[in-house]
């Protein structure tokens, strides 16, 4: 079964700690992407990864960090200087060079206390 | 003004009503659109994907893009309870240095009645 899987469903985090966020894709596509979803705001590009080994900011990069290390992964590390970091986190990827066609992941729901 | 703009809603409809769902733009370098479907508390799933103006059908639906007003819309004919949820309508453009990225709207929450 091809798809994406993102791990944990639900995470709570207490103010001032670091949490990160599992992105795993067994696509075999090249380019990963994480995206934040807010109430009202559509969906807004954090990082986006085409290549192992090299990742790029996006619209909203500030207070999270990514690693590329394998094709297969791309987790979202959200820090504590993420000033307002409740949303729903959303993992895609695609075939290098077609970002016209992303497959998204179900999805992880952050709520800091 | 934002790059694309989409009627948030909430839109709610009879079964069997035919939906109109509509996103505008401002950069012209946008070429390429899509409808992405997501329900509650699920990643979106992409529905329709078109490139150049007019129209194409799949099944129930149907995607119209119009670029000399820059305005795109997805038709819903025969509308079910499970069409229930939020349309986003998202495009790129096709210039080196923006091809990377997806654009959304904010997306509209539609509720079809039994």
Redesign the interface.
Known sequence: DGG?T?SPKYLFRKEGQNVTLSCEQNLNHDAMYWYRQDP??????IY?S?IVNDF?K?DIAEGYSVSREKKESFPLTVTSAQKNPTA?Y?C?SSIYGE?????????T?LTVL | QKEVEQDPGPLSVPEGAIVSLNCTYSNSAFQYFMWYRQYSRKGPELLMYTYSSGNKEDGRFTAQVDKSSKYISLFIRDSQPSDSATYLCAMIANEGGSNYKLTFGKGTLLTVNP
């Open positions: 994406i993102q009202g705001q559509g969906l807004r590009l986006y085409q790029q996006g729903f959303l895609a970002t016209d066609t992303q497959y998204f992941g179900p999805g729901r």
